[in-house]
Every structure is written in structure tokens, then in C-alpha cells.
């Protein structure tokens, strides 16, 4: 144990002399804390835009209170002048891994006539209902969040430290002389190795520990995310050990930058080829083509067929016969009209979202060719940032605006449009949506790369000791002789 | 001198098995990158061309109706993606696929193919780009990082030396030789890519001159990395040391500095968000014109106006529709509007990436990245000329129809409709890319920076000359 801790002990001296590792140290924690910064950043403002939102809707209820507080008054005028949120509201660890929540809408306003005629063609009144504005230049650059300083530089700072952590001694004409220590070899490589995997655990820890903290996440989810990292860690530490055993130290750095480029950029953009060509995604313009024949058909259809086709889809509001249905001011030519439309689209999206769902369970296979793949998946999964996430909104979206369109379809149909201040407390203000985040999802990927990363490192353990001290039958002393 | 150690470098390199084995691993993931995109973007076109010629079928079968009503049915234009985006995808993932074109709006372009994408997409994109971006400087680094440091180590640097070349003729020979052999390779890429780019491409000719100055742009990419690796590697006391500096190069160029940039650049220059944009259009719009709404006083001002253009007094007596007059003044102010407002947003876009292009000084990548996807045409300004295309598309067909009714209706009629033959005499929307002129003039700082990388190449292998040969 004492001669483990000298070993480290002077390791670490050796490092803080480094300027080369001191500099590399501190720029990775400048671009951590940046990271931190910037994860920080963009969720405050997601919650700043669905504050907004929620801002305005409440203001509008607020000036129809005093309408209806002066005398009753129609449902359609409370349907138009109220509006229901359903908001993804980030997760405090979305700070740290901000995924796919930067491409799609966070902060809807359901109060619209045609969920779908509004989301896919016009958002004509509604605009909650399209997509966020971003540069795309933005986008194509991505996140530099936590979790990309985890993934991409972590490794990377872990490669740069252990490269040469046998060809560094045998270039220095050390190994051999390592070699008739009490340690043993291998023993000692490991230790060393172990020892930068702490490292850059320790320091990447740091940095989730203070985003966490920051980002007020609960003891739990970090605990989680810092396992992912740890399994990721070791994953890498098992693969620079895998992969550092040339005599030179320039084909070890080559080696194991090529192994990083493959895992973190070669291997995922070969992937998403390959998903683009198996799962092409192709059904939006279908919608946009339903939505304008949907809306070519049902408008000019006339008011009464309008009507009955209606209560046949919806046979709750049969109840006495009914009037036809007048034009524009009549609060159920609009719930007809739109009710109809999005009736007729709603099997398209369910193709359209079954589809997305097949692509993403594509997609997370293929998650499991590399540990960076894996590892941004269990960190987009716990900051409830990933596809699937995202995906589950979109589709409870609909279920949300179904709800809130029976609520007011209900005062149309049965309650005669009538609207009294009694009902004004039931208007539906705001649906909640909470992520569904299943711990099997991170767990999984992180006891895989823990699992995979100690293989690496027993398979490496094993294979330092038969190459770092060259022919069996050499001797060491003549070798120290001659140097 | 120069010649003959450039010969002896490119005889070593053909001889080593190193480049043989890394060049057949960057085309076969060439080769995989053009099969999988031929097929994705070959897809893709054909669905969009589609759905384009049945957005104009579905105009074309509308029910007969007032000018305005059928005009409200509007019209979809799809972006239908450049034969060269096979070889530059740029931002063709992150914006949206249609614009949904009807009076009184403009609308977004909605629905990128990034919203469909999980967290693999943001990786990267497998691109013959992202290979000579991102791979081949590796490439180079690999090839070039001993090329003067392992003269150094064998103690082979003076004997030259002693022969009478100077260090600059060592560097600059040891330049060419290792950026003939990669010169080779980035022909057979280009071939490779042009057949590829033939199939997709039909008899489209106007790809061939862009795909040339695509080949020239990487060209000089290429050279600027292998002079900075041989000069770096002519300064450094070792091949480690040097292979360090290479890498920490190469992982800031094309890792860590493309993607601060571009969230800098987010940061100093913010944008609304899509709910304070649409805050803001609503209070400008209340300032102006409503066409549909008779109570409104600036309408009452306006038919004032047309009334005395008319010399008549009432609006009954008036020849032409005064309601579609008044339209076609609401949509000029919609218009403005809009402009206005997409204007501001689009200042700070082309703000950020003005930031990011003038990061190009620091770092070639950047320059290479705007100069490739602007020839390809996958970048922000092409994007915008098409959304700038279909506003044009939506005024013309509007305006058309609202003008019609002007003529051919009375004022307070919305039942007289009309049908085929009207709707006919609108043109079918089609986006006409701009020529390859046009990209090289929207963005001058990258391809001037290109050109600034590679005229410094002469003062970097001249700063060699008075490198000490004995460490």
C-alpha cells in the first residue's frame, strides 16, 4: 500500500510540474464552467419563454374575468379568450445535458380551433404551435453543454494524460529498470492508470456536482448521471489500456485518437446514415398534403351535412335534434368544422408518430455500437432531454387540446353556448406534463460501459505484462547495460 | 534542392503502408457516406417534388370561390435540397422542409428533419465534407507530424543541411512531396464524388463549376494543414511533442472552437423567442390595416381616398371592389410587417454567423465549413433565398387574386366565385437556386479568409529558416 501511494504520490508530482498538463487542466475547467454556463443559460431561458406564455394566458383570462363577472356570456368567447398551457418544463439536470430541446416546442398554448391544421400548415393564430426560432448555424454547431465536455473531452483529456504510460518508461529507458522492482508491472501500470481515471472522474464529478447543484437537481438523478459518468469513464480507461501498448509513444497517441474519433465521430455519423436510410422519415409532407385536402373538403361541405357528420364521430353531443348549423358566428360551425378536419388527420399523424417510434428504437440499438452513443443517450434520458421525450409531448400534446376542445364542445353542444361566471374556475388553464423517465433506461447503459470498461481494463491488465517488458527470455540487466 | 527532397518525400509516402491503409479506410467511409446520402437525399427530392406538384393539383382542383376565400386556401412551397447537398448537407437538416403560403402571413419554414432525429444525429453528419473537414487534416497530421522531427532524430536533418539545402528548401520540399501524395488522394475523392454527383445531379450543369471551386477550396484546406503540421513539426525539438501540438491543433480547429463560436455568437446576439416574435408582429398589425374589418378607422381613411380617386361619393357607386382594395393595402402593410420584424431576427442570425465566419482568421476550419456548404448551397443565405423566394411566391399569388376581385366584383360581394380558369392563370411556385456567383458574393470573409490561410503558407515555412538544426 505505501509503495501504491508513493507511486502516486510521485505521479502527481510529476504532473503539476507538467505546464503542458496544468494548461490542459484549466482549459478543460474553463470550458467545463462555460459548459456549465451555457446549460444553465438555456434552460433559464425555456423557462423565461414558458413563463411568457403562461404570462399572457393568464392576462387574457384575467380581462375575460371582468367580461363575464358583468353578465353571462358565450362559450365561444370564453373558448377564444382563454388558453391552456402545456408546457415541458427542463428538468434541472437539462442544465447539464440539454439534448434534443433545443429543436422542438416547449411552451404550447392549446386554445386553438385545429391542432393540426395549426401545427403542420398555418399556424395562423397560434404560433406556440410552431417551432422555436434558432439559428441554425446554432444547431448544426450543437450543445456545449456538460454532457459534450463529459463525452468528447473527458476521454480525450484522459487520453492525453496516459498515453504513454509504457512507452513514456521505455523511452525514458525506466521500464526495464521497473522491472526488477518488488511491483509488478503490470500492477504498477494499472495503478497509474487507475490513478488519471481518477482524475478524471474527480474532476468531471466536480463539474456535475456543481451543475446539479446549481441547477437544484435532487441527490438521486445526480447520483445517476455521476454513475453514467463513471461508466463511461472506466469504459475509456479500459480502452486507452487496450489500446497504449506500442513502444512508441507518437502510435499510442495515434492509436487511441483514432479510437476516439471512431467512438465519438465516425461510428455515431456512419449510424445515423445508416438510420436515415432504413427509417426515412417521410410522412410530414404527407401531413401537410391531408391537411389541405382535409380542409378542401370539410369547408365547403354544407352546414347540416357538416353537423351530422360531426355528431357521428362524436355521438356524446347527440342528444335532442338540432338546429343546423348557422356560419361563423355559431360556436359549433367552428367545433364541426375543425373537429371534422382534425378527426380525418389524426391517422396520419398516429403513422407519422409510429414511424418516429420506430426510428427512435432503431436509433437507441444502434446506441449501443459506441459508449459515447450510450452515455449521451442515459444523460439526455435523465434530464428528460432525448427523442423519446420529446416525441411523448408532441403526441400528449394532442390528448391535451382533445381535453380541453370536450371541455368547451360540451358547453357548445349541450350547455347551448351559454357561458356563466360560475364555470369561469373550471376553464382548463393548464395541463401538466411530467417526462416520463424510467431508471432502466440510464441504468442499463452505465453498469454496461462499467461492465465493458473492467473487462478492458482485466483484458489490458493482462496484456501490459506480456508486452511492456519485451522477449521473456531477454535479460534486463545486459538491456540497462547497454543503454 | 526543393525538388528532389519532394520526390524523395513522395517516394516515401507511396512506399508507406501507413497512407495506402488510411487513404482506403477514408474512401471506403466515402464511398459509404455517398451511397447512404444518394439514397437519403435521392428520396427525399422525390417526395418533396411530389408533394409540390400535389400542392399545386390541390390549388388547381379547389372548389369554385370568391378570389380571396380561394387565395386563403393557399399553397405549400417545398425546399427541395441541391444535387451538391450529397456532398455538403449544412444546415439542410436543421431547417424546416415547406412553408404553408396564404394571405396575410408569412409563415415559418416548418419542420426540420432535426426535430425527427435522436442524439445520434448530433453527433455528426457522415458527409463527404465532414470527411474532408473533419478526417483528412487527421490524415495529414498523421502523415506529416515526423517528417522534419524524425530528420532530427536520425541525425539526418544536418546531412541535408550539409549538402547546401537551406531548412526552408527542407520544409518547402517536404510540403510538396507529402501534399502530392494527398493532392492524389483528393482527386480519386473528387472523382469518386462527381460520379456520384452525375447520377443525382441529371442534366443539371450548374453543379459542375461549383464542384470545381468545391475541389479548389479544399484543395487550399488541404495545403494550409499540411504546411502548419510541417512547419510545426520542422519547430518542434520531437515527433511526440510535435504530434501534441498537431492534435491539441487539430481538436481546437475542428472540435471545440466551430462549437463555442457558435454559441458565443447565440449569446452576444439574442433572438426572440417565437412567442415574444409573434407578441410583437400582433402589436405592429394592430397598428395597421385590418382588410377584413369595416369598423376600422385607417379603412375608413382609405376608402376616403378611393372614393375621391374615383370622383364618386358613395361606396356603392364605386366600379371596383373597394373590400379587395382595401385587402390588397391591408396585405402591403402585413407585408411591411413582417419584413420588419424577420429582418431583425435575420440581423442577428447573420450577425452570429459573421461572428463564426470572422473566427476563420484563428481557425481554417471555420472558413472551409461556410466556404463548402455556400457552394453547395446548404447555407444560412440559401435557406433564406428560398424562404425570400417563397414570400415572393405568396405576394404574387395573393396580390394576383386580390386584384382580380378588385376588377371583377362589386364591393360587399364574397359570393361570385370563379374557378379553374382563374386559379390557372396563377404559375406554379418552383425555387430557382442562385448561380454559384451568387454564393462566392454572399460570403467574401470566408473565401477571402481561405485565401489569407493559404498566402500566409510562404511566411510559415519562411519563419523555418532560422531553425537551430542541433538541439
Known sequence: MRRITAILYYDWLQMIRSASFVFISGLLLCIGIYALYYGHAQVRDQQENIARVKQAIDSTVRGFYHTVSRGDTTALEAYSESGTLFANYPRPLAALSFGQRDVDRFALNLATYSFFYDKYSTGYKN????????????????????SFVLIFLMPLYLILLSYNIISGEKEAGTLDLLGIQTIRLNGYILTRLLFRLGLMVVIGGALIVAGAFAAHSDAVSTLYFSGVYIGYSTCWAGIVLLFCRSRYSGTNALTLITAWLMLCFVLPALYNALLNAQHPIHAKTRISNAVQRSESDVYPLPNRVKLDSFLTLYPRYRTTPMDSITGYNDARWWACT???????????????????????????????????????YAFNQLAASNAEQLQDFDTLAYRGFCKRMEYFDSLFFLGHNQFTLAQFKDIPLEYEYHAIVPNETFTGPALLMLAAGVLLLAAGYRLVGSTAAGPKNQPIVPTLLTQ | MTGVIAKHEFARLWKDRRLLLLSGVLLVLLITSLVTATQNIGALRAERLEAQEASRRRWLEQIPRNPHVAAHFGNFAFRIQTPLSLFDDGLDSYTGTYVYLEPHKQNDIKFSQ????????????????????????????FLCFASVTKEKEDDTLRLLLLQGASMRQVVLGKVLGNFGAIALLMILFFVISGVALAGLAGGNASVWPALLLLFGAYFAYAFVFTVVAIVISAHSRSSRASLMKLLGIWILACIIVPKIAAN????????????QFNEMVRQDEKNGLDGHNPADSRRNALLKQTLAKYGVDTITKLSVNFDAIAMVESEKYTTMVYRKRFGQVEGQFQKQNAFCEWIGLADPFQAIQSCSMALCGTDYDHFR????????????????????????????????????????????????????GWSLARRPVSFVLLLFWLAICPLLIHSTRKIPVVQ
Do not use: C
Open chain 2, 264 to 275: 458565443l455568437a447565440g449569446n452576444l446576439y439574442q433572438t426572440p423567442s417565437q412567442f
Open chain 2, 114 to 141: 432535426a426535430q425527427e432525429a435522436t442524439s445520434i444525429g448530433r453527433f455528426s453528419h457522415f458527409t463527404p465534407a465532414f470527411i474532408l473537414q473533419t478526417l483528412l487534416p487527421l490524415l495529414i497530421i
Open chain 1, 127 to 146: 404560433k406556440t404551435l410552431s417551432n422555436e426560432i434558432v439559428n441554425p448555424m446554432r444547431l448544426l454547431a450543437g450543445n456545449l453543454d456538460l
Open chain 1, 338 to 376: 375543425y373537429g371534422i378536419i382534425d378527426h380525418d388527420l389524426e391517422p396520419i399523424e398516429e403513422e407519422y408518430q409510429s414511424a418516429r417510434s420506430r426510428r427512435i428504437r432503431a436509433a437507441n440499438r444502434w446506441n449501443y455500437g459506441s459508449p459515447a452513443l450510450l452515455a449521451q
Open chain 2, 385 to 436: 433565398q428560398f424562404h425570400a423566394q417563397a414570400e415572393q411566391y405568396r405576394l404574387y399569388f395573393v396580390n394576383t387574386m386580390n386584384e382580380f376581385m378588385v376588377t371583377h366584383t362589386k364591393t360587399g360581394d364574397w359570393s361570385t366565385s370563379f374557378g379553374r380558369d382563374l386559379y390557372q392563370t396563377i404559375e406554379p411556385f418552383a425555387y430557382h437556386p442562385p448561380p454559384v
